[in-house]
């Protein structure tokens, strides 16, 4: 495809102006536009990310020809994060792209974390010989304000921990070993304050390779430095310890320990996204994040809450 991509953005918050600034460092190869249901809303995106148009409504950005892909940047009620609220839904979308033949990318932007790469890389050269546990902490107060879409679960598509935690469940399961079964357990639930959400979800899987996991997730429990957290990859020949967030990777194993600090300039990796993105429609090849890597997700989400369900009713 000669030129630079052409791309615009349906909806105009909070995500697209975090995607807008990554984009900044592919200007020459990504020009963006922006459509929201608030005109104004579309023209003050376009002038303060130098963007190329603006448009009023979604269908006309879709309509114009001039545009090459779509970011979808709305609730998950209209698909946002996961990438849709059924499986079902996967795989119309899936029907849908190979019928039209269109390259789909799942904006799952923490596959490409630079944390994600290095936990990958060293497991593929065995720096701690068969995995054995693994456990994910993202534990911190960040509470929401009454007015937050998330407050509302038809908005946000479900609680906390489906908007969010998909992120860190794809982490723990993007790492070389697959995760075969996952089970949800839900503390008690408190829905006092301005955040109404269902706020905190642990999560016990099984990988492929019968190694063990666990996710902690919660958004209103305190932690040091509101956010920094330790997780652990556990071998049979060393150890992983990791800032969930990336910061820095300690790597105990066979010779010297390591410290190793994966990156800072693309951290959330959203860089790397766009350019695997920008690939594969120039050449035609599947993208990382498919829909197909997305349904694994959704696989394994819908396992997660099934089993919490189960799991309450076995109780009551």
């Known amino acids: 495809m000669p030129g630079p991509l052409r791309l615009a953005f349906l909806g105009c918050g909070f995500i697209t102006r ?3 600034r990554y984009l900044r460092a592919l200007r020459r190869d990504i020009v963006c536009s922006y459509a ?6 579309a023209e003050e995106f376009r002038s303060r990310f130098r963007g190329e148009a603006a448009y009023g409504t979604y269908s006309a950005a879709l309509e114009d020809p001039r545009i090459d892909a779509v970011v979808v940047a709305v609730p998950p009620r209209f698909v946002e994060k996961p990438a849709f609220c059924r499986m079902a839904e996967y795989r119309a979308a899936v029907e849908a792209r190979d019928r039209a033949g269109r390259v789909v990318l799942v904006g ?4 490409y974390k630079p944390l994600a790469v290095c936990l990958r890389r060293l497991l593929r050269e065995g720096a701690i010989g068969e995995m054995v546990f693994a456990y994910f902490a993202t534990i911190v107060k960040r509470l ?4 937050d879409w998330r407050n509302d679960e038809e908005v946000a598509g479900g609680d906390a921990f489906f908007e969010e935690g998909v992120h860190w469940l794809h982490i723990a399961g993007s790492l070389g070993p697959r995760i075969a079964m996952a089970h949800g357990y839900r503390p008690s639930v408190t829905r006092d304050g301005p955040d109404r959400r269902v706020k905190s979800m642990l999560v016990a899987f099984r990988y492929d390779n019968r190694a063990v996991g666990s996710l902690y997730y ?4 305190p932690s040091l430095l509101r956010g920094l957290r330790l997780s652990k990859l556990y071998g049979r020949e060393g150890i992983i310890t990791f800032e969930s967030n990336g910061l820095f990777v ?4 066979n010779g010297r320990p390591r410290l190793l600090f994966p990156g800072f300039r693309d951290i959330r990796g959203y860089t790397a ?7 594969a429609i120039r050449t035609g090849a599947t993208p990382e994040m498919s829909l197909e890597r997305a349904i694994d997700d959704q696989r394994l989400m819908d396992q997660i809450y099934t089993s919490e369900r189960i799991g309450v009713a076995a109780v009551g």
Do not use: P, W
């Open 18 to 20: 975090v995607h807008s």
């Open 36 to 41: 929201s249901r608030d005109r104004m809303k």
């Open 108 to 111: 799952e932007n923490d596959h």
């Open 144 to 147: 929401k304000t009454a007015d």
């Open 218 to 221: 919660s958004r209103e429990i």
């Open 250 to 253: 300690l790597v105990r194993g």
């Open 273 to 279: 996204m766009y350019c695997d993105f920008l690939q």
